[in-house]
């Protein structure tokens, strides 16, 4: 079962779960993923230690974050 995580100052909250089994489940993670992304959030595949930026959902992705992009300067 995958999770689309959102990472916030405040911590990480669950928008929602789907399962790689499942079509409409994974539809329904990837278009919350672009909303949130369409929204000004970056989504990364997250785990071991990695935090690879992603366009689209991996289906069978254990997780993905939801993260604001860092700004530098």
Do not use: F, H
């Not at 079962?1 to 911590?11: A, F, I, Q, S």
């Not at 790689?20 to 230690?49: C, N």
């Amino acid at each position: 079962m995958g999770k689309l995580v959102r990472r916030t100052l405040e911590g990480d909250s669950t928008v929602l779960e789907w399962s790689a089994d499942d079509a409409d489940s994974v539809r329904v993670a990837a278009e919350a993923m672009q909303r949130e992304v369409q929204a000004g959030y970056m989504a990364v595949l997250g785990g071991d230690g990695r935090n690879e930026p992603v366009a689209d959902l991996p289906a069978d992705a254990d997780v993905v974050i939801l993260t604001m992009p860092m700004g530098g300067g």
